[in-house]
């Protein structure tokens, strides 16, 4: 690892200070200290932010909440208000890494989080995003984590997070600060699409802090879930995820929030699938064609054509078990375990 100084922050201003390029913000540091060690990112400085004050959920008076920064993963899925007011939000951090990682790993850390693409954390391969122009190993490697929806011929990487994905459903807001002062980012334009910079993840500008994370107050969101289909069942990166809340009444889809993980190189906001079921009947029929019609533009590889199919099935079981109700029975079955984990 190349050597670098260390500063620690005490407050915002003083970390936006300390900040010096090439450097990093440092908190539960559970991907940027694989990246240093890796030899996948270099620094000159890093600047320990974990001392700061923004370790707490707050409700605001108009039903929102304000989670800052350095909210630990696992104290997010556990608050009593997440857990009522946005449980997909909960569920996904909970099928995400280990519960050790999750006491470690902050709010901020988590949107910052780099993808896990094999070709990326490999040095002797090329990579666009790792090294700009120098080609994509994905394209004609292996594929089967690869990207379907917003790819580019630069880069075919997914974004990892699992938290990020209901984040994008819910309309969040990121809250940054720079030398410029502190500025507020909707959520969908937070994270990038790889075009040609594939190696610029976010819209954040050189030097700026993630300090806050704001979600609204959106009711549908009380009956919402989150399913992560993978591999195994720890500690596995999602071949496809969906963060869904629906509202139907007399039979019609009223609201629908959707988003999609594994599939994108940012959290998959379903805009199209969501403006096709407003109004409509909830039928089977209409929900896989929703689906389809916002899976038109998928571009999958040899390896990963069975990721279209599996989020058209995925879709459609979890509204179809929102619409039902069974979600609720299916988180009272699995209620021993999740509570057992949260206490």
């Keep these: 690892m190349k050597p670098f100084a260390f500063e620690r922050a005490g407050s915002v201003a003083d970390a936006l200070e300390k900040f010096t390029a090439p450097a990093a913000f440092l908190a539960g540091g559970t991907n940027l200290v694989d990246h240093l060690r890796l030899g996948i990112r270099e620094v000159d ?20 909440l304000r989670i800052g920064a350095l909210v630990r993963n696992s104290d997010m899925a556990a608050h009593p208000l997440i857990r009522e007011r946005y449980p997909m939000l ?72 699992d938290m990020c994905i209901p984040l994008a459903a819910l309309d969040a ?24 910079t594939p190696h610029l993840d976010t819209n954040l500008k050189e030097g700026e802090l993630v300090t806050a994370v704001d979600l609204p107050a959106v009711p549908v969101a009380r009956r919402s879930t989150y399913r992560k289909v993978r591999e195994r069942a720890s500690y596995a990166f999602a071949l496809v995820s969906v963060a869904a809340a629906l509202q139907v009444e007399k039979g019609q889809v009223k609201d629908v929030r959707l988003a999609l993980g594994g599939v994108a190189h940012k959290p998959w906001r379903a805009h199209k699938a ?18 389809e019609e916002e899976l038109a533009g998928a571009t999958p590889g040899p390896e990963n054509t069975f990721k279209v199919a599996l989020v058209r099935n995925t879709v459609v079981a979890v509204l179809e078990e929102l619409a039902e109700g069974r979600t609720a029975q299916r988180r009272a079955e699995q209620g021993g375990a999740v509570q057992g984990e949260l206490q």
């Design 173 to 196: 807001t990121v809250v940054v600060s720079g030398q410029g002062g502190e500025r507020q980012m909707p959520f969908q334009d937070f994270h990038r699409l790889p075009g040609n």
């Design 90 to 161: 909960a569920e996904a951090i909970l099928a995400g890494a280990s519960g050790q990682i999750r006491n470690m790993a902050t709010t901020g850390g988590n949107l910052l989080q780099r993808t896990r693409c094999v070709y990326f954390q490999d040095l002797t391969t090329p990579c666009n995003k790792r090294e700009p122009n120098t080609g994509c190993s994905a394209l004609e490697g292996f594929g089967r984590y690869n990207a379907v929806l917003g790819t580019s011929p630069d880069c075919v990487a997914v974004h990892p997070s």
């Design 45 to 64: 400085q890093l600047v320990d932010i974990s001392r700061l004050n923004l370790t707490e959920i707050t409700e605001r008076s108009d039903g929102s």
């Design 274 to 291: 969501e403006a096709a079921l407003r109004g409509q009947t909830m039928t089977t029929e209409r929900l896989r064609a929703a689906i």
